[in-house]
């Protein structure tokens, strides 16, 4: 993705970021979804849009699962996003 606009979450190693590379996949499909593994932290990243549904997480988990906690994993993101209770949409500005 060199010289792309890329945009994604950058979640803490763990449960939830493995879900969220999973639901990544599922909810942008027909995109590339590239992972960055930098041990203590991974980075998700798209190009020009990333959604991340609440649904799509809570069937990977394979438990409930709140948008508001993405924030207690989340130290960062790129691109712009929008959020709500049932998605979370990461993406460039035109």
Do not use: H, W
Not at 2 to 21: L, M
Not at 44 to 62: M, P, V
């Amino acid at each position: 993705m060199a010289g792309k606009k890329v945009v994604g979450p950058i979640i803490q190693a763990g449960e939830i970021a493995e879900a969220i590379i999973e639901a990544a996949g599922i909810d942008n499909e027909g995109s590339k979804v590239n992972i960055v593994d930098r041990g203590s932290y991974i980075r998700i990243q798209l190009e020009s849009e990333c959604i991340l549904r609440r649904e799509t997480i809570e069937n990977s988990l394979g438990r409930p699962f709140r948008m508001a906690d993405l924030e207690l994993v989340m130290p960062g993101f790129e691109g712009r996003i929008d959020t709500s209770t049932e998605q979370v949409r990461f993406y460039t500005r035109n």
